[in-house]
């Protein structure tokens, strides 16, 4: 029975689809079945995946909307990582389901039928807070929080824990953790944040902290992950490293 992650930070660039992305290629490293949810218009996921933007025919949106919604999973480079990708139709989403009943809970009902088949659904979100969000959060077991170590993407994470704070109100939602990312060794900021973030989430902030790594950037425009694009890099390792704190804390 899949376990389903959204990856949400309102707050952009903070290491949200980087995340979703390795991370999945590291637990499909560890035998797991893994189904990426590109939900960003961005399309960041699904092109970091290999798959080109005018490849895609029928994305996200179509999995949520149509009646018949089995061919929009996409098969990988990776034989346990399957991707729903995003287009642009995202954009008009929120526009389209206006007027539909219970539609924080369209992603919900849809990936339950998918359950069976994946051990983990990891949600790449987009950084806002609406109802791509809302859906993401209803759909999901438990959230990610990457964190970037500066101090705008620290100032944001308040109002991320608020969010989901109201979301347990309703169903249960697990923080799976907060993950600091982009950790530069070379100033004292980045370790400031570090400390901050521990102290004020100790039991929810990951062991595993991701650092600035030119492998991570650079995997993307091979269309590959960093483990795929260089196993053995640091990034690689942060990754795989959080994988296996994932795995140990089911
Ligand atoms: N550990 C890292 N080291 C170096 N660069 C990184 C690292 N993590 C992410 N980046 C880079 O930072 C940028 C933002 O990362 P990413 O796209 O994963 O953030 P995001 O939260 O998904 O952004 P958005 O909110 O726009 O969706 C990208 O260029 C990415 O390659
Ligand atoms: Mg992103």
Same mark, same amino acid.
């Not at 650092?211 to 990034?235: C, L």
């Given at each position: 029975?899949?376990?389903?992650?959204?990856?949400?930070?309102?707050?952009?660039?903070?290491?949200?689809?980087?995340?979703?992305?390795?991370?999945?290629?590291?637990?499909?490293?560890?035998?797991?079945?893994?189904?990426?949810?590109?939900?960003?218009?961005?399309?960041?996921?699904?092109?970091? %995946?290999?798959? #080109?933007?005018?490849?895609?025919?029928? $994305? =996200?949106?179509?999995?949520? +909307?149509? @009646? *018949?919604?089995?061919?929009?999973?996409?098969?990988?480079?990776?034989?346990?990582?399957?991707?729903?990708?995003?287009?642009?139709?995202?954009?008009?989403?929120?526009?389209?389901?206006?007027?539909?009943?219970?539609?924080?809970? %369209?992603?919900? #009902?849809?990936?339950?039928?998918?359950? $069976? =088949?994946?051990?983990?659904? +990891?949600? @790449? *979100?987009?950084?806002?807070?609406?109802?791509?969000?809302?859906?993401?959060?209803?759909?999901?077991?438990?959230?990610?929080?990457?964190?970037?170590?500066?101090?705008?993407?620290?100032?944001?994470?308040?109002?991320?824990?608020?969010?989901?704070?109201?979301?347990?109100?309703?169903?249960?939602?697990?923080?799976?953790?907060? +993950?600091?990312?982009?950790?530069?060794?070379?100033?004292?900021?980045?370790?400031?944040?570090?400390?901050?973030?521990?102290?004020?989430?100790?039991?929810?902030?990951?062991?595993?902290?991701?650092?600035?790594?030119?492998?991570?950037?650079?995997?993307?425009?091979?269309?590959?992950?960093?483990?795929?694009?260089?196993?053995?890099?640091?990034?690689?390792?942060?990754?795989?490293?959080?994988?296996?704190?994932?795995?140990?804390?089911?």
């Amino acid at each position: 029975m899949a376990k389903v992650i959204s990856i949400v930070h309102q707050k952009g660039g903070v290491g949200k689809t980087t995340t979703t992305v390795n991370l999945g290629a590291a637990l499909a490293l560890e035998n797991k079945k893994i189904l990426i949810v590109d939900f960003d218009q961005q399309a960041n996921a699904t092109i970091t %995946l290999g798959i #080109k933007r005018e490849e895609v025919q029928r $994305d =996200i949106v179509n999995f949520l +909307l149509d @009646d *018949c919604s089995n061919n929009v999973i996409l098969k990988t480079g990776d034989s346990n990582l399957d991707l729903i990708p995003a287009s642009l139709k995202i954009a008009t989403f929120e526009q389209m389901i206006q007027n539909v009943e219970d539609k924080e809970l %369209l992603l919900q #009902k849809k990936l339950d039928t998918l359950k $069976d =088949i994946y051990d983990y659904i +990891l949600i @790449d *979100c987009p950084p806002a807070l609406g109802v791509i969000i809302d859906n993401a959060l209803y759909a999901s077991d438990s959230v990610i929080i990457p964190v970037e170590c500066s101090f705008y993407a620290y100032d944001a994470l308040t109002q991320m824990v608020n969010k989901i704070d109201e979301i347990q109100k309703v169903k249960p939602l697990e923080i799976e953790g907060i +993950l600091l990312t982009k950790l530069d060794n070379r100033n004292t900021i980045g370790y400031n944040i570090v400390e901050k973030v521990k102290f004020e989430f100790p039991f929810k902030t990951f062991n595993t902290i991701i650092s600035i790594s030119s492998h991570i950037q650079e995997a993307p425009m091979y269309g590959k992950s960093v483990i795929q694009f260089s196993y053995n890099s640091r990034g690689s390792k942060e990754y795989r490293d959080l994988a296996k704190e994932i795995l140990e804390g089911k």
